[in-house]
Structure formats: structure tokens, C-alpha cells
């Protein structure tokens, strides 16, 4: 992979990245990684829950539609975590529908991205957030 003014980072952050599809979730991890980042993986918001208590990450990347939890519920669930009130969650979906936006808001959702993502252009978005 080429280096790119995205590519490096001087502090990378710590991530969580929830998706339920392993091929996506392998895609945006090795993305993130490349970037520096260090990255934990979850399935589906509960494990999602699990893995930010453990983690306690600087950033959420979430799919929308997953079994068990999806990423509005768990992104209700993690504002409600004293640790999650003002971690920026970023919701990652094929989902671009007003309405489901609006309700990702309302659950506390930082920003949202239409899937299939850019590399650069969600490591812009990751940017937005690093300190």
C-alpha cells in the first residue's frame, strides 16, 4: 500500500470496529491498521458492549444491521456508559435513508458512511476525531 498523507499518523488512536460481516470487518480493520491504529473487533453490538468496557477505545466504527444488537442499539447502550457519552461512534452502513439517520442521531451516532467505503475517505472522517 502506497503512502498517502492519510496513510501514517503520529498517535494512532484505539478503535473498535463492529461489523458482522467478516470480510468487511477484515477490510476496515487492515485499513485502519495500516493507518496506525490499534483496532478491536466485534461481531454485533453486544459483543461490541463487551469489547468497549475491555478496550475502551477512542473511536466506534459500527455497522447498522446486525444480528443479536444492531449499531443503533448499541450505540443507545454505549451512551448510556459513563465511558461512552462523548466517545465519537461513527455508523458504517449501506443504509442512506433520512429517517434511519434521524434515529441514528437521536441514539447519540457521531457520524454516519455509506458502505462500500473509500479507504481515504474514512480515514478522513477517522481524522475528524483524532486529537
Known amino acids: 500500500m502506497p503512502l498517502t498523507a492519510l496513510s501514517f499518523w503520529s498517535d494512532g488512536m484505539k478503535i473498535l470496529a463492529i461489523d458482522d460481516t467478516k470480510t468487511l470487518l477484515s477490510l476496515l480493520s487492515l485499513t485502519l491498521r495500516n493507518a496506525g491504529h490499534e483496532v478491536a473487533e466485534a461481531e454485533n453490538g453486544e459483543d461490541g458492549l463487551n469489547k468497549f468496557d475491555q478496550f475502551r477505545p477512542d473511536l466506534v ?71
Do not use: H
Not at 108 to 125: D, I, Q
Open 61 to 131: 466504527i459500527t455497522d447498522l444491521n446486525m444480528p443479536i444488537m444492531d449499531g443503533i442499539e448499541f450505540t443507545r447502550a454505549c451512551r448510556s456508559r459513563p465511558a461512552g457519552q462523548n466517545t465519537p461512534i461513527i455508523v458504517l452502513t449501506t443504509e442512506n435513508g433520512a429517517e434511519i439517520k434521524a434515529e441514528g442521531r437521536r441514539a447519540g451516532a457521531s457520524a454516519w458512511m455509506v458502505k462500500p467505503f473509500e479507504p481515504n475517505t474514512l480515514l478522513g472522517l477517522v481524522a475528524r476525531y483524532q486529537n
